[in-house]
């Protein structure tokens, strides 16, 4: 795993998305199906038509161990774009996790995996191999350009991307954000008296 990949990892998305003034964040109903999933990798995106998923199989086998998925399937909520057959060929290649502006299905069978999934949810019907798609293109996800190579985290709170223009920079004003809220909690923690200030000072801005 890449040094900078790792250091965004161990880095909260809400610090990330305060470093980017908000303007990456993926649209909140894409969520994780577990709350303890964390991922963090360089997108290998995928742009399909609704129902098709096809370029997703063509992904996973192109896609670098430690990539994230991220595919661009028009928020469509009836047509999976896989399952956890498809996931678990993904896991096993070594693929980082999957973040899809759509659904997947096989729930349960995705959630033994304990494969990093984010999506708008589940559903029943399968998706189709149309052979119509493309992969490793620009797309727009969840409302957000995402970019070949750019940084993908995602947590409890939902999915932020960094560009990877100015990934380095992002690094350190998150850091930055997350050295601030670490002081700032342990100056008002259990003190009603610093609270009150805190609050006051915040008041009066």
Excluded: W
């Amino acid at each position: 795993m890449e040094k900078i990949i790792k250091d965004f990892l161990g880095i909260p998305t809400t610090c990330i998305s305060d470093a980017m003034d908000g303007l990456n964040n993926l649209h909140p109903a894409i969520r994780p199906l577990k709350e303890n999933y964390k991922l963090a990798g360089r997108a290998h995106t995928v742009k399909i038509p609704v129902g098709e998923n096809l370029s997703v199989l063509k992904a996973i086998r192109e896609a670098n161990p430690g990539d994230i998925l991220v595919v661009d399937a028009k928020g469509d909520q009836y047509r999976a774009i896989a399952g956890d057959f498809v996931l678990g060929m993904a896991q096993t290649l070594g693929i980082g996790g999957l973040v899809v502006d759509g659904v997947i299905r096989d729930i349960v069978g995705i959630k033994a995996l304990n494969f990093p999934v984010f999506s708008r949810g589940t559903t029943v019907a399968a998706g189709a191999k149309a052979r119509v798609g493309e992969v490793n293109v620009p797309i727009s996800c969840g409302g957000v350009p995402v970019n070949p190579g750019d940084i993908i985290v995602g947590d409890a709170d939902g999915v932020v991307v960094i560009p990877q223009a100015i990934e380095k920079r992002i690094l350190t004003l998150s850091v930055e954000k997350l050295k601030k809220d670490e002081l700032r909690e342990a100056s008002i923690s259990g003190n009603p008296e610093a609270i009150r200030k805190h609050l006051d000072q915040l008041l009066s801005k």
